[in-house]
């Protein structure tokens, strides 16, 4: 390409660039102005955030009845007091259309007592013989029927309890926060039972209310509402009307009344366990092995009808399933899930949503020992104690306060590598205009006890303060949100100098805004951001910029990487509301997203494409697209503390498809493919894979993926003096191949005993060449920016892991459970290191060394 040429096509990608954040702006202005809101919306009732009809249109409205005497659960309507319940019976589809008649018709009823509130749901059906009744283990959506109620038992319009069971009689629940979040995590101990009869199914429900929260009054009303799944339709239906455009869910419910003198129910709920496991050992003797037993106990206890303590001492989580192995070769460190049910059940409290939700990572709490130098040292750090008080008291405000304490941990040759930690995390929210309006607050604290081995490594203390709120306006049409915070951590000198070098800060670049300052003991910094968006209706836009300074470090207790940053980003969503004739649903999305470093150095540009649909088939697929690093910018992590180096500009292109998901077999795939550094880099890869349930109570997964990389500028490393013009900033191309292989097992004997089985092998080779350094980093043509470092070439690799859980469940009774787990993991590095021949790999993968653990976990549920 000549120079000429050259310049061209970046006028041209400049202009492309303007044009398309013109074009988003101009849509938003366009629809703002013009489409008002009965166009979006023109159909429906006004519905206020307490459920209540503020004009003229379906049913919100139920009533529960006293039971003078308890219904029996066994899943049939014959019981006299569901034929005094009055029914709700206007059902509305809501997907695949929104506000439609459903295919079949449905009803509910509700009565109470004092100690439970009952529910009997009737799913008319003409052709019973037809409904998807799958097994699984509990909280495992299937491909079935599902009828499920929730409740709002505060009647605030923001939380609230999810009950759903299949006609198989298979429980799945979930706790709300935030409208419309679910957490699939809370397990609360209910009772139901379903029957398939000539005219459909029946699911009756028990509920105790020491499951719900509410405050303490003679008379109360409950939000509430019934959903409906019918699989073989794929549709949807509720009571009341809920219309998914608006992005909402517990404000959309209706109301059951009529529930008098129910007192305020006694919550103590114990859980006592203990754990035999048997640990494989360091040495390289095979089958060696370390038997311990130990014991905990969790706890939730409520004080009075507003405030909750959940607590665990010694927790014990072998029953989570491995992290999915990945070798990292990036300048951050990879973000894992949460599956720790102590810290997942219940975290919606502290999260803030959008852009500040990394300010707490649970993760950290019982991470690997952060100084941990060899195999023979322990891998996890143990927690010792850990509480958790929620409250929310009647004018909207919810608070929340999480303290954990982690051990000492020390490493095979005596010393610390980890210090004794105590986490501190406190919130409040407080929710005004019934939920349409929030402020809120959140500080978190670490406090290490180190010592002199761990003192010039790590900070002893980390504080952060986060002030968040969001604000609805012109009729909910729009939202404004926004939040600011202040951080510092302090410690040692040496402590506080890896961190300005670390790859989060970076000091050590030649062109950063800030100075390495070898002296400090403490850094600290300031992050905002604010927003505006439109909620609901077909078309959805949103504008957020954020700030973040340049010593910002929240990682000791959250996960934040991006720094010394400013950004602006704009979206615009198109979403269809009702079916036609070829496609059941749709969306797109088109977005422009621009980052500088905080001296106003253009570090990333980004414009990214997005459609997704389902056909009338019930097929379904998605296209995504990508432009990014047009312009000229610089990424000022990619030398490791080197100088901003130019981006050439990077394109990627995504096909996903997806089969129907009733038959037996659901088959799905992945095809992406990119290009970057003028040609030089790229990658293509893809995943194949297909669900298969061949029984009602047994089914199988399998996806492969493979990925071949070439990356021109792969950083090796920088030598030289520290902080010196001397320093040499290396990179080599690198050709990579990776495949991974994720097989699960479900076979499901009763809704309460299960077996599950998840095996992972991993394996990734990679092939270096082109030794190269920084020459000229800015320089506008690529192959002016390095210059021969030295002819040899960096090591090659070749790593292989494989991970497994198997895990058998018992719930022998409601809330308690038997685990048995076996866990295996393998990792070979050391073999065939740069050349990728996969049957080989795996067999010699499974050639090393097993490290097998078992486990047996028995807990026992005390309601006393």
């Known amino acids: 390409m000549t120079p000429v040429e050259t310049l061209r096509c970046r006028a041209a990608a400049r202009a492309l660039w303007t044009a398309v954040v013109v074009l988003i702006a101009a849509v938003q202005l366009t629809v703002s102005l013009t489409t008002p809101l009965a166009a979006q919306d023109a159909s429906a009732a006004r519905v206020t955030s307490r459920g209540a009809r503020t004009s003229a249109g379906p049913e919100t409205a139920g009533h529960a009845i006293r039971a003078d005497r308890a219904p029996e659960i066994d899943g049939r309507d014959s019981d006299a007091v569901w034929r005094r319940a009055v029914p709700m019976a206007d059902f509305r589809q809501f997907e695949p259309g929104e506000n439609l008649a459903p295919t079949f018709r449905t009803e ?29 283990r509990r909280d495992v959506k299937t491909a079935s029927d599902q009828l499920k109620i929730i409740i709002d038992a505060y009647h605030d319009g923001r939380t609230g309890v999810e009950l759903a069971v299949n006609p198989a009689g298979v429980k799945r629940d979930y706790s709300i926060y935030g409208d419309i979040t679910e957490d699939a995590t809370w397990d609360g ?14 699911a009756e429900y028990r509920v105790p209310f020491s499951q719900l929260r509410f405050t303490a009054k003679d008379v109360h009303t409950f939000g509430f509402g019934v959903w409906r799944d019918v699989i073989r339709l794929n549709e949807r239906s509720g009571w009341p009307l809920y219309r998914p455009s ?77 992290d999915p192995a990945v070798l990292n070769l990036s300048a951050f460190e990879i973000r894992f899930d949460e599956r720790r049910p102590f810290f997942q059940e219940g975290a919606g409290l502290y999260r803030c949503g959008g852009s500040c939700e990394g300010i707490f990572y649970t993760r950290r709490v019982g991470r690997t020992p952060q100084l941990r130098r060899s195999s023979a040292d322990p891998v996890f750090t143990n927690i010792t104690a850990a509480a958790k008080i929620t409250g929310r008291l009647d004018n909207g405000l919810a608070f929340g306060l999480m303290n954990a304490s982690t051990e000492q941990v020390r490493g095979a040759d005596g010393r610390t590598i980890e210090p004794q930690t105590n986490y501190l995390v406190v919130r409040g929210v407080r929710e005004m205009r ?37 604000h609805r306006f012109a009729q909910d049409r ?87 940053d400013m950004m602006f980003r704009q979206s615009l969503d198109l979403r269809q509301l009702r079916p036609n004739r070829i496609l059941r649903s749709s969306f797109s999305t088109m977005s422009a997203e621009s980052h500088w470093t905080t001296g106003g150095l253009l570090s990333a540009q980004t414009l990214s494409m997005h459609t997704s649909g389902s056909l009338a088939s019930n097929w379904g697929g998605a296209i995504t697209a990508s432009l990014s690093d047009v312009g000229g910018t610089h990424c000022v992590s990619c030398a490791r503390g080197g100088p901003a180096l130019r981006q050439s500009p990077k394109q990627t292109l995504r096909f996903d498809v997806v089969g129907d998901p009733r038959p037996v077999i659901v088959p799905r795939a992945a095809y992406r493919i990119g290009t970057s550094d003028e040609g030089r880099s790229w990658y293509r890869g893809g995943d194949l894979g297909a669900e298969w349930r061949f029984a009602s109570r047994f089914s199988t997964s399998m996806a492969f993926n493979y990925d071949q990389v070439a990356n021109d500028q792969q950083w090796i490393g920088n030598y030289g003096a520290f902080l010196s013009d001397t320093t040499h900033y290396t990179f080599a191309r690198l050709h990579q191949h990776i495949l991974g292989i994720t097989m699960r097992a479900n076979w499901t004997a009763t809704p309460t005993l299960s077996f599950q089985l998840y095996a992972q092998p991993f394996v990734t080779t990679g092939d270096y060449s082109d030794w190269r350094q920084l020459r000229a980093p800015r320089a506008r043509d690529y192959a002016d920016r390095f210059t021969t470092f030295r002819a040899s070439t960096p090591p090659d690799f070749n790593v292989k892991q494989f991970n497994s859980n198997a895990v058998l469940r018992w719930e022998y009774r409601p809330a308690s459970a038997v685990f048995l787990v076996w866990q295996q993991g393998r990792a070979q590095d050391a073999l065939n290191p740069g050349v990728f021949v996969p049957g080989r790999d795996v067999r010699d993968l499974f050639g090393t060394r097993p490290l097998n653990t078992l486990l047996l976990k028995v807990s026992y549920w005390f309601n006393p």
Request: glycine share 10%.
């Open 189 to 202: 101990v209910w009772d139901v039972a379903t029957r398939i009869d000539s005219a459909g199914w029946v």
């Open 478 to 564: 729009w939202e404004w949100m926004g939040y600011s915070g202040l951080n510092e951590v302090s410690g040692s000198a040496s402590s506080i100098a890896l961190t300005q070098r670390n790859s989060v800060h970076l000091y050590q670049r030649p062109d950063h805004e800030q100075r390495f300052d070898s002296t400090r003991t403490a850094m600290g910094g300031l992050v905002a951001s604010t927003g505006i968006k439109q909620v609901g209706g077909r078309v959805r836009y949103e504008n957020v910029v954020r700030y973040a300074s340049a010593g910002v470090e929240m990682n000791d207790l959250g996960f934040v990487n991006l720094v010394n």
């Open 108 to 136: 509910a009823r509700a009565a109470y007592d004092d100690r439970y509130l009952y529910v009997l749901v009737r799913a008319f059906d003409p052709h019973p013989d037809s409904l998807a009744a799958l097994l699984s």
């Open 434 to 470: 019934a939920g349409r309006s929030q402020f809120g607050l959140q500080l978190t604290d670490v406090r290490r006890r180190v010592d002199a081995a761990t003192d010039p490594y790590l900070r002893r203390a980390a504080t952060t303060l986060l002030l968040q709120g969001y």
């Open 246 to 322: 608006r992005r909402t869910l517990i404000s959309q419910l209706g109301t059951l009344d009529g529930i008098h003198n129910i007192g305020t129910p006694r919550r103590l709920e114990l859980l006592p366990y203990t754990v035999a496991k048997r640990v494989p050992t360091t040495t390289t003797t095979r089958g060696s092995a370390l038997s311990t037993m130990a014991g905990g106990l969790d706890l939730k206890a409520g004080l009075g009808s507003r405030v909750t303590i959940d607590a665990t001492v010694n927790p014990d989580f072998g029953q989570v399933e491995a």
